[in-house]
């Protein structure tokens, strides 16, 4: 999955025909590289961000997706609390919705369930702007899994489909290092709730920790980290580099096929 981020900052300069062009380039520049999904997101939710309005992210992400749609049949997924967002997004063509706050705002479940689409479910603790001040686990795994597990069965209940549901456990989304490493680590045992995994650490602090690099220069270090995930077995990984991911998945592939023959 290639993240595309619409949102202002992410772009030198201004005017919405220029962004929504350069936006769908970098759209179809990933799915040419091997992506299957391009994930569209509109909001920052950098821990401590501000909150955009939500008018603000429709006019940010509709357009894109609109413009994409016409260029493309790869899979959009959008990044959004916004139920209006979610909505008008199933309109236009986006076949997953992927929320930070897990469809807990006002009406966003309800939002979900109507569009029929499939949903992933993140782990995190508050908001992006408080929740690195919520970060004690005394097991974060067991913790993270009993958090997920619930919210997978009040989704299920509020009738989104199980098969549809992707969960993930929110590396950066109020932890600190130990426990991201401590969830990459044990991330297989969130398999046995039953559902695929998502999982996104590209170009996150974490990786700036282990490897004391700034966010542009860590996608090696993504890569490594995102490899490590698919072999425990993630089936979704969200990446800002799709290229060089999609060589050391296919190298891996490679060597599992010839392990199968022998
Ligand atoms: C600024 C800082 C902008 C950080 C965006 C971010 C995840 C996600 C994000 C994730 C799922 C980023 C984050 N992270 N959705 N959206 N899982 N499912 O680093 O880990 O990309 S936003």
Not at 157 to 163: L, V
Request: charged share 20%.
């Amino acid at each position: 999955m290639g993240i595309l981020n619409v949102t202002p900052d992410s772009f030198s300069d201004g005017g919405r025909y220029t962004l929504v062009n350069l936006a769908v380039q970098q759209a179809l520049q990933m799915a040419a590289e091997g992506a299957a999904f391009i994930d569209i997101g509109g909001e920052s939710t950098r821990p401590g961000a501000e909150d955009v309005g939500e008018q603000e992210e429709l006019d940010r992400v509709l357009p894109v997706l609109e413009a994409l749609r016409k260029e493309s049949n790869v899979l959009v997924s959008i990044d959004t609390s916004s139920p209006k967002l979610m909505l008008e997004a199933a309109k236009l063509g986006a076949n997953l919705l992927n929320d930070v706050r897990s469809f807990t705002r006002e009406g966003a479940l309800e939002a979900a369930v109507a569009t029929g689409l499939p949903i992933c479910i993140m782990h995190m603790r508050g908001e992006p702007s408080s929740m690195q001040q919520q970060t004690d686990y005394v097991d974060v795994v067991a913790e993270v899994k009993h958090w997920l597990s619930h919210r997978l069965q009040a989704c299920i209940t509020a009738g989104i489909a199980q098969e549809k549901i992707l969960l993930d456990p929110g590396f950066g989304f109020a932890k600190q290092l130990p426990h991201n490493l401590t969830l990459l680590a044990n991330l297989n045992r969130l398999l046995s709730l039953g559902q695929p995994l998502l999982v996104g650490m590209s170009r996150k602090r974490m990786l700036g920790e282990i490897t004391g690099k700034s966010a542009l220069e860590r996608d090696a270090a993504g890569l490594a980290a995102h490899l490590l995930a698919a072999q425990q077995g993630a089936s979704i990984l969200r990446v800002h580099s799709v290229v060089g991911l999609k060589d050391a998945l296919q190298v891996w592939q490679a060597v599992q096929q010839a392990s199968s023959l022998t």
